[in-house]
């Protein structure tokens, strides 16, 4: 049995991997500040003797914490709408909120797994996404305050790295979906699902043409557990390399919500990518794992759970 600090665990993706270390045995203390994510994420752990919930901005200092074998690092608002609402939060935790987790992690031996994004490729001029391709990102764009403190944080993984005193591991997450995301966040699983429900037009950006490579949340959460296993270096890509375009995503949903809504047609938002795809090449060699569930039944999964009261 291991002891982890889980940052950012009362989010969408750390929720669920929070239930599958505890799952296996490990005891978990999750700090959040609950800006992006909720305690009803961690509703279900309540009772668990290995579990404990610490609201806290991990911008902030760490205070009165117990020594652990592992910091998971999955801590930032991640959504385009938080992009602009949340600008300054995300540069902040990006940076004051990883210079903490490295000291943390350092002071008491720990292993850092850091979650970053597939946004610190930006808008890919390489297709698909290898982990030696070094971007093509608007540092003073929209997108850039999530693409930058990403981007940032790697860097200061990895300078500690190699000043020999942390052990790390980094991988960037694709575009994953599945049940607890927040219905109103921006990003295209959730909005059109939300929309579909209620009859409203579904909102497609551009021409629909954009693609996006979406991992169902249960692969997403083998391929951390194999990264928490094996503790590669990395970074290491996680995501589902089967290409789709927004709008095709849009029609599946329109029929899997049975819904009468129509698409409607919006303006692209500035630096959206135009392709978004990742090459698993290294992280199969490395982690022997890669994606298994079929999109059609991790998007009816995802609607049956936004149907629920």
Not at 148 to 171: H, P, Q, T, W, Y
């Amino acid at each position: 049995m291991a002891r982890y600090l889980l940052l950012g665990g009362a989010g969408f993706v750390a929720s669920h991997l929070c239930d599958r270390l505890l799952t296996q045995g490990h005891r978990v203390t999750v700090l959040d500040n609950m800006v992006t994510g909720t305690p009803k994420n961690l509703a279900q752990l309540e009772s668990h003797p290995d579990f404990e919930l610490i609201q806290w901005d991990i911008t902030q200092k760490f205070q009165d914490l117990d020594s652990v074998d592992g910091v998971l690092h999955m801590a930032s608002p991640a959504s385009p709408t938080d992009f602009v609402e949340l600008s300054r939060e995300i540069l902040a935790v990006g940076s004051f909120g990883t210079w903490n987790a490295v000291e943390f992690a350092k002071s008491c031996g720990a292993w850092l797994m850091f979650s970053s994004t597939s946004e610190v490729y930006g808008d890919p001029l390489v297709h698909p996404q290898t982990e030696d391709y070094l971007g093509n990102v608007n540092c003073i764009g929209i997108r850039g305050v999530y693409d930058e403190s990403k981007r940032f944080s790697e860097s200061v993984i990895m300078a500690n790295v190699r000043a020999g005193d942390l052990k790390a591991s980094i991988f960037r997450i694709f575009n994953t979906y599945g049940p607890r995301m927040r219905a109103n966040d921006g990003r295209a699983v959730p909005n059109f699902i939300d929309q579909a429900l209620q009859g409203k037009p579904i909102s497609v950006h551009g021409d629909g043409s954009q693609t996006r490579s979406f991992c169902y949340i249960d692969d997403l959460v083998d391929g951390i557990l194999a990264i928490i296993e094996k503790r590669p270096l990395g970074p290491l890509n996680l995501g589902n390399p089967h290409e789709v375009s927004i709008l095709k995503i849009a029609e599946m949903i329109k029929e899997y919500c049975e819904s009468s809504s129509e698409i409607q047609f919006l303006p692209l938002p500035d630096d959206d990518p135009k392709r978004r795809c990742p090459d698993l090449r290294r992280t199969i060699e490395a982690l022997g794992w890669q994606p298994k569930i079929e999109l059609e039944k991790g998007l009816r999964k995802t609607v049956d759970f936004f149907k629920e009261p």
